[in-house]
């Protein structure tokens, strides 16, 4: 069964969504590097919002600052990321894909993206090893649905039924090529009938669409069904904060834009009574408050070139022998 949301839990989703897209804003200004994630809140907020703190978050590299602020990672740490500080997670190394372990997330280990996958099928594998009643939830985007990762891990969650649930946010763009040059079947979940495991696509523009499908798949996850869950969404910016766009403008006739989540959430909130039009606001003030006061503290550590990056920063110290 997927968790009944309450009025707090639409609230709180609500203000988190929001601050992603502003804090995420800001970032695109600090780095052109930045992945933006403008028009994909609803479905990560969504996705992850249902885990347990003893289950494990492993978001796609677009998205991952909220995902790691709903973990307990502080803003201006995560702000340090985009400017290469050293006080952020990473130590000024990578500047999207670092989080605190400690806080069950399972970071983005290198440039490559695919072994994430293998990764998180991992954690699962020790759960289910330890007889744990935890799961992951492991986001990714469609153009790593092509790799072989993806399917040796989605083969070993099926053969030994893991607690895991894998979402593909489908935003129709690999970098720049659009999905129906590189998916041979548009319908990504499809796959999930291959490796015994339950498939579903939904609107992952749509925060209520989200939420129900992953939670009742972390659910079933910890009986020990994975799930292969498609959320069909949309990339309004470029594939790096940089990255001008230029490609689009030969495929508008196969493009499929959805609609922005936020307005879309904030017309059914007001809808319900949850939230009125000055509540809605207040969040939107707070957001840019809490991304200044971070960005400014952020600008002011230091630079990883100043304090260095030395073994000690790579490699575990040794164990003390007894």
Known sequence: ?????????????????????????????????????????????????????????????????????????????????????????????????????????????GGDIGPQIAQATGAALAFKYRKERRVVVNAFGDGMSTRGDFHEALNLAGIHHLPIVYIVHNNQWAISTHSTRFLANQNVAEHARAYNMHGESFDGNDLFATQQTVSAAIERAREGRPSLLEARTWRVRGHWAGDKVEYREHLKDVMRPQPDPIPRLEEELERRGVLKGADLQRHWQQAQEQTEQAIAKAQAAPSSEVVGIGLDKVFMPRAQEA
């Open 1 to 109: 069964m997927s968790r009944t949301l309450t009025d707090d839990d639409l609230r709180e989703m609500h203000r988190l969504m929001v601050l992603s897209r502003v804090f995420d804003k800001a970032c695109c200004e600090l780095s052109n590097n930045w992945f933006p994630a403008e028009g994909e809140e609803a479905s990560v907020v969504g996705a992850f919002y249902g885990l347990d703190p003893a289950d494990y978050a492993a978001p796609h590299y677009r998205g991952t600052h909220i995902v790691y602020h709903m973990r307990g990672a502080e803003l201006w740490r995560l702000a340090c990321q985009a400017l290469a500080k050293a006080d952020s997670y990473t130590g000024g190394r990578g500047f999207a894909h670092g989080g605190p372990a400690d806080m069950g997330l399972l970071p983005w280990l």
